[in-house]
């Protein structure tokens, strides 16, 4: 065994015995601090078995007033319903439970004033006990209660009259009222649930399909009639892709509506109220993401015809947030409908926001530096630009990184951060492209032709198009160990580095061809990277600087361009 491994076997063990103390391993040191135990205050309505059933029948009896749901629902223990179902179950259990205390003609005076044990069973319904008990000060109908409550009304149901099931309907249970209208020969189970539901899963879904296309309908209302006027968008518009989601959260909305009139056990209930919820969760997710593809895609299409640049970067960054919230939003209600606390799960974040600040900071830079770039515009789609010696063709802005198109047809991604934090050079800002060269002489070369060459050449460059006339220069610029220099130097109209390219390539070759005319010498070796022409020719007899132009003019080299149609 590695002395690495014999340490970390150490300091296991240390850790272990750490809570012992050292008069034995029966006496503990409490490392960690007792949880606060919750304070339950008393209350009145609930102070005794009798004074809980007497708050209980009053908030639900409807002849003394209106009916007090929540009133009522406070005399439930109601600890093991999920969060998820628990609003609709608790009015649930307490008609029922109203129902079943009725049938059983209980009254408060039956209930004891008092108890030295913690649970009582007060009554008898149907085979089924009714309990409280009691938490701390205050009493309440036990969870056993609770979870037998279906059980029990199904039993007493057949026994009540109609007229007294539809007062039970209005005091918050509205589908107790549906049933007193359905025959009782649709009221047998043949298969997991009533035949009359069955009838009502068909007619549910004969109404979801016509729902559907009612919705469907108004979506492409909304977003022809009233969205594309407005934002200039194409009066065309594909939506298939919203069908499936919109019937997705449709079914899961009727589906929902038909568990509540089902009886399911309130695991079961929880659990397909859940499931029903995620699917449906993620529907309106699916939903939201097509509708901000629909609309943010015809945005892009505006921007792009509008002369503004701010457009060009706003629009697509706020289609990425606008998805980035869709998620976000979609993500936090699945896990609150699963019963995971959002909120402490973002303060348990914040415990350890340190760490995620550090992990997240090259994103929070890019994120700034996206923002940078849409207010202060350095440059926009479609620029060419220099980034730490990178140069390309901005093809996209995002919220992380800029996408920039070299010459080699590569896609460069350059983070957000480091664009601002470096320096642009945007050149496709600049009006005119400037070029420079040195052509190089030897030292024999005479002064007549090297003043020829000087003329011809700026007279050259001066006939050309598309050069910029104020900013031609051209002189003998430099005498070096191998020879001497002629400068020449000019600006193109042009901002596209494939058209200054097509340009210099014709300036350059007429300008070797009126080297050669001249019988110019260079030097035995060229000077790189500056414009030379290899090879040397014949020394030819000094002449005058018009007289060699003549000579050049008579083999073909013409001071003057000619456009090509």
């Known amino acids: 065994m590695s002395r690495l491994t014999v340490h970390s076997l150490i300091i296991v063990l240390f850790a272990l015995c750490l809570p012992l103390s050292s008069h034995g391993v029966d006496e503990q040191v409490e490392v960690f601090p007792t949880a606060t135990p919750v304070v339950i205050l008393p209350d009145p309505d609930l102070r005794s078995p009798r004074a809980t059933v007497a708050t209980f029948l009053a908030a639900m009896d409807p002849a003394d007033g209106a009916v007090e749901l929540e009133r009522a629902i406070k005399t439930l223990d109601t600890s093991e319903i999920p969060d998820l179902i628990k609003p609709e179950r608790a009015e649930e259990i307490a008609v029922k439970l109203y129902a079943a205390l009725d049938f059983a003609n209980f009254t408060p005076g039956k209930a004891p004033s008092s108890s030295s044990v913690d649970a009582i069973q007060i009554t008898d319904v149907a085979g089924y006990g009714v309990y409280l008990e009691r938490n701390g000060p205050n009493w309440r109908f036990s969870r056993v209660t609770i979870t037998d409550m279906p059980a029990i009304f199904r039993e007493i149901e057949p026994n009540l009259s109609k007229k007294a099931l539809r007062k039970l309907g209005g005091t918050g249970s ?74 997705v959260i449709l079914f899961t909305l009727a589906l929902q509506l038909l568990l509540l009139i089902t009886d399911l056990p309130i695991d079961v209930h929880s659990a397909a109220i859940a499931w029903i919820s995620t699917i449906r969760v993620i529907a309106l997710a699916v939903l939201g993401i097509y509708l901000v593809d629909i609309i943010g895609e015809r945005l892009v299409h505006r921007a792009s015809r ?174 070096t160990a191998t020879g001497l220099g002629v400068l020449v130097q000019f600006h193109l109209y042009t901002k596209e580095w494939a058209a200054e390219q097509a340009l210099k390539d014709q300036i350059f070759i007429a300008i070797l061809k009126l080297v050669r005319a001249l019988n110019v010498r260079l030097p035995a070796t060229p000077v790189d990277p500056r414009l030379s022409v290899q090879g040397e020719v014949p020394a030819q007899p000094s002449e005058t600087v018009s007289a060699q132009l003549a000579v050049a003019e008579a083999r073909g080299i013409s001071v003057g361009w000619t456009r090509k149609g």
């Not at 298969?191 to 979506?219: K, N, P, Y």
């Not at 457009?311 to 939003?329: G, K, S, Y």
């Not at 003043?451 to 002189?475: F, N």
Request: aromatic share 6%; glycine share 8%.
């Open 306 to 479: 509008s002369t503004s640049t701010v457009d060009d970067i706003l629009f697509p960054l706020l289609q990425r947030a606008a998805w980035l919230l869709v998620v976000l939003a979609a993500a936090a209600r699945v896990l609150a409908v699963h019963g995971v606390n959002v909120s402490g799960l973002v303060a348990g974040l914040g415990l350890g926001g340190l760490a995620f600040a550090l992990a997240a900071k090259d994103t929070v830079e890019n994120i700034f530096g996206s923002i940078a770039i849409l207010l202060d515009q350095p440059f926009r789609v479609g620029d060419t630009i220099n980034v730490s010696g990178v140069i390309g063709t901005v093809e996209q802005i995002g919220l992380r990184s800029t996408r920039l198109r070299t010459a080699d047809n590569s896609l460069v991604s350059m983070p957000n951060s480091k664009v601002i934090a470096g320096h642009v050079d945007n050149l496709g800002a600049r009006p005119f492209l400037r070029t420079r060269c040195i052509i190089p002489l030897s030292f024999d070369t005479p002064p007549e032709t090297i003043e020829a060459l000087c003329v011809g050449t700026r007279e050259l460059l001066k006939s050309h198009p598309q050069c910029k006339q104020d900013s031609i220069v051209v002189h003998l610029h430099e005498v």
């Open 174 to 247: 509205p589908w107790l009222t549906v049933r007193t209208y359905i025959p009782e020969a649709l009221k047998g189970r043949t298969f997991l649930i009533e035949d009359w539901q069955w009838g009502a899963v068909i007619i549910a879904i004969t109404g979801l399909l016509i729902l559907h296309r009612l919705i469907l309908r108004l979506l492409r209302w909304l977003l022809l009639s009233i969205l594309s006027p407005r934002l200039g968008l194409p009066p065309i518009i594909n939506l298939r892709p919203l069908e499936r989601p919109v019937a």
